[in-house]
């Protein structure tokens, strides 16, 4: 052991050791030990770390340890969310394959991993560009295929003109893609692939019980309100069309105001449009493109504003049989409900709106119980009350008026009861090179035929200067003969990104399995994973995905589990506020001010400056670079700062000087077990606990008293901060003991034994946080094994308790002393030392006692008359 803390020397040794000894690598079942699996999310190769990556592994690494110490066979793996449209736009620009791109990225990022002493099975390492992994998405596009969960349809989709390829809906963010935002947003009639996520979108929805208390609620409230359940009514519009009657389906949660509605609104995708109304109308069909152009997300918007056309046709209500006239307009969607919406101005807000603008009439059909209340012309009416001008439903409370409108159109065929949601079929289709080939071949008339024969591979004869497709322009790949001899075509799209990673979890199980993905054994052993660790900006994208999967999986027969991931921590961003003037720190931090440096201070610059800077921390350019750090501080004290700095669930706030801080924290640490060596190192009896003196007590009940804040902050959704600054008092305690007892040769014959146990218990307890330096100090304390292995410290619960407590001696209020007293005297025993004290004696004598109060074992307070 050196004389002075050298973190880099340290780190470097482990590391090595670590790696060459294989300390971390896990097995599916350990005989007498409980599987726990602890995963953070997928990592995309961009090829540098960044600060958010530095919080998020640090925090599953510090879960990881400290669940092997408590006995646990614990599966900590690693790995690489390989494909996608970074790497294929840096072929382009660089002139290099994607696969050479992605590999030199990984070297470099997996290096970068190993600085921070991750405790990762690098023997169980996947990444999802490799065809033994991408192969398996293509099995499961067969399988849902053949279950009848994948279908092909034409359709307007999102399309990123940057990217030149189309997006899921949960892709789409304030109407630009999720990969930039310099770009609106366009919808393109496309025939794509698709994922029937909507066949499970109820059980998503009850699964949310399951994941109740073990998931942030905000999360839940996100999937709860992207699924979109609605229950409602479709009823039966009727369009008098060329002698014919055509029935247009209308969903309403609304049907107690059907009376009210004086036009209807079809989206502008609606079948109709293109087959009816733009042959009667064709010069109308530029205002119909540009609202199928609009961004879908925007469109749904309260204060999108509200474009339309009248079609010249009318439809007949079946309610009262009223022609009432039809238009199109962009606040509808096709993808939501029919396509088709019912429209009451007086009593919605969007179709007020609209009618104002487009003077189209209105009509109240729900009488408020204050008349102030009521629809007038001039604002809606959205409460309850008496339905009127509802013909036979006059007088009944609109509530009661649904079921009884509903009973009555019922009987005639024209309505039904009926739930709806927002959630849509999983777009999976992407206009990209880089990504899994979907197994799909065509024959001349266009019939599907899957292509079994797996891997189906990425071919390399690519021109990615092209534009458009890129695998277009592959002719070994496109082109090919079908068994039955014909000439067949590959299908050149390939799958969304997001399918690889909402299943990788599994994989990690079995990755070298070359015939199954994983084996129904091994997934029924480990799963649901036991602690998931990431952004909660996945909220609807790859937890919802990855949800769906494993009930698809579940359905399939492949495991026996409903939900992949049974507890979910989201981390909250790393902050950086080092690229503020100082300035604009002022406006971040002060509210209670008019004027900084002559500026004038407003709450909204203030949120423009919160939003500048969590766009800078989304897009990795906060300034943060980790292996810097590293270099400069270590990787032990930059991790013990990550994790102490907030708990896990807030943002952080990233100081150099807390880093500083936590480096000096360890010196102590080190230079403590340096300077102590003669003790730690010899082999010791038990405690006697009645041989121990004062201090030896108040150090053992200190220690015990650490290891239960400890347990319980780390089992407390890991609060690792409460935990480690638990440990910084305790060293305060020992630091405190070595003077006046170790140093002053003040010791018994106890001393030595019990600040050894403290001494261990700190080593320990501070590991999962900075493993590095803890391993060097448990090896130089004569520990055989790793630190790793080694068992997490338990506390006795009597040892946390004291047998002297400070008593507070007051007379009419006022302090007169402060005892060291036993922690178990009766009231009477307390009265009686208290009135014993000599300064308490000198503010009573001659003065009358009225009564005496005695609060716990703590207070006394005498009450004499003046």
């Known amino acids: 052991m050196k004389n002075e803390y050298i973190s880099k020397d340290i780190e470097s040794k482990w590391q090595k050791i670590w790696e060459e000894n294989k300390v971390f690598k896990s097995e599916n079942k350990v005989e007498g030990k409980k599987n726990y699996y602890t995963l953070e999310m997928f990592a995309y190769p961009s090829g540098k770390l960044h600060a958010g990556h530095l919080r998020n592994y640090t925090i599953g690494d510090a879960i990881a340890r400290y669940k092997k110490m408590q006995g646990f066979n614990v599966l900590h793996p690693f790995g690489w969310d390989s494909f996608g449209l970074p790497a294929e736009n840096a072929a382009i620009d660089n002139g290099a394959e994607p696969s050479v791109w992605t590999a030199k990225n990984i070297e470099n990022m997996k290096r970068q991993l190993k600085l921070m002493g991750l405790s990762y099975d690098w023997d169980r390492e996947i990444a999802t560009f490799k065809k033994d992994y991408y192969k398996f998405n293509q099995q499961l596009f067969i399988d849902m295929y053949k279950k009848g969960l994948v279908y092909k349809k034409k359709s307007y989709v999102n399309w990123c003109p940057d990217c030149h390829t189309v997006l899921a809906n949960e892709q789409v963010e304030d109407g630009k893609c999720w990969r930039h935002s310099k770009t609106d947003v366009i919808q393109k009639e496309l025939s794509q692939w698709y994922f029937k996520i909507t066949d499970y979108a109820q059980e998503l929805l009850d699964g949310h019980e399951e994941l109740k208390g073990h998931w942030p609620d905000q999360v839940l409230a996100m999937q709860k309100n992207w699924i979109g359940r609605s229950e409602g009514v479709e009823v039966e519009f009727v369009l008098e069309y060329n002698n014919k009657n055509i029935d247009i389906p209308v969903f309403t949660t609304r049907i107690d105001t059907i009376y009210g509605v004086t036009y209807i609104v079809l989206a502008p995708e609606h079948p109709l449009v293109s087959e009816i109304i733009l042959k009667e109308k064709p010069e109308i069909k530029p205002e119909i493109d540009a609202m199928i152009n609009e961004d879908k997300i925007s469109r749904e918007a309260q204060d999108k504003e509200k474009v339309g056309i009248f079609s010249g046709l009318y439809v007949k209500n079946p309610a009262n049989g009223e022609n009432i006239p039809l238009y199109v307009a962009n606040y509808v969607l096709m993808d939501y409900g029919t396509g088709a919406v019912m429209a009451v101005p007086a009593h919605d807000e969007r179709d007020f709106a609209f009618s104002k603008k487009y003077n189209i009439a209105a009509k109240a059909v729900i009488k408020a119980k204050n008349p102030e209340h009521d629809y007038d012309g001039t604002k809606t009416f959205l409460g309850k009350g008496e339905l009127i001008n509802s013909g036979e439903f006059n007088g009944i409370n609109n509530i009661e008026a649904k079921d009884r409108i509903l009973e009555k159109l019922s009987k005639d065929g024209k309505a039904k009861k009926t739930v709806n949601f927002k959630l849509h079929d999983w777009l999976i289709s992407r206009q990209r090179y ?125 495991l026996s589990s409903n939900e992949p991931f049974k507890n979910l921590l989201t981390q909250g961003m790393v902050l950086d506020y080092s690229f503020y003037s100082q300035n604009e720190r ?174 261990m218990s700190v080593i320990i307890m501070i590991s999962p946080f900075s493993p590095h330096i803890s391993e060097e100090l448990w090896q130089a304390c004569g520990n055989a094994n790793y630190i790793f292995e080694a068992k997490w410290p338990e506390y006795i619960e009597e040892l946390t308790h004291t047998s002297e407590i400070k008593m507070v001696v007051q007379v009419n209020g006022k302090l007169r002393a402060t005892l060291d007293v036993a922690a178990n005297l009766s009231q009477d025993e307390m009265k009686e030392i208290a009135l014993s004290n000599q300064n308490v004696k000198q503010n009573i004598e001659d003065k009358e006692i009225v009564k005496i109060i005695c609060v716990g074992n703590k207070l006394v307070n005498i009450v004499v008359k003046q």
């Open 434 to 558: 880089w990504g899994t080939p979907i197994p799909v071949i065509y024959d001349e008339e266009g019939n599907i035929y899957l292509d079994e024969n797996l891997p189906v591979e990425l071919p390399t004869d690519i021109d990615f200067n092209s534009g458009g497709n890129p695998l277009e322009t592959s002719k070994s790949f496109k082109e090919v003969i079908l068994p039955n001899g014909k000439k067949g075509r590959r299908e050149t799209d390939t799958m969304d990104t997001f399918v690889d990673s909402s299943w990788y979890y599994l994989r990690y199980l079995d990755p070298k399995n070359d015939n199954k993905a994983f084996t129904k054994e091994d997934a029924d052993s480990w799963m649901p994973v036991d602690q998931y660790i990431g952004g909660i900006e996945h909220a609807v994208m790859h937890l919802l995905y990855s949800r769906f999967f494993h009930k698809v999986f579940r359905d399939l027969g492949y």
């Open 586 to 759: 002022r406006y971040l931090f002060r509210d209670e001010v008019e004027f900084i440096d002559n500026v004038p201070y407003s709450k909204k610059t203030k949120e423009e400056l919160v939003t500048k800077l969590e766009k800078m921390s989304k897009s990795k350019n906060n300034g943060l670079d980790p292996e810097t750090i590293f270099n400069e501080y270590g990787a032990d004290a930059t991790r013990l700062f990550a994790l102490f700095a907030a708990p896990p669930e807030k943002e952080l706030e990233w100081n150099m000087n807390g880093v500083m801080g936590a480096y000096r924290f360890l010196n102590r640490i080190y230079l403590m077990v340096l300077d102590t060596l003669d003790i730690l190192t010899k082999e010791y009896d038990k405690v006697n606990l009645d041989k121990r003196n004062k201090e030896d007590e108040n150090l053992q009940r200190k220690t015990h008293l650490t290891i239960k804040k400890v347990t319980e902050s780390m089992e407390d959704n890991f609060h690792f901060n409460t935990a480690i600054a638990a440990i910084m008092e305790l060293l305060n305690e020992i630091t405190t003991f070595k003077q006046n007892v170790i140093d002053a040769n003040n010791k018994s014959s106890e001393s030595d034994k019990i600040f050894k146990e403290t001494m």
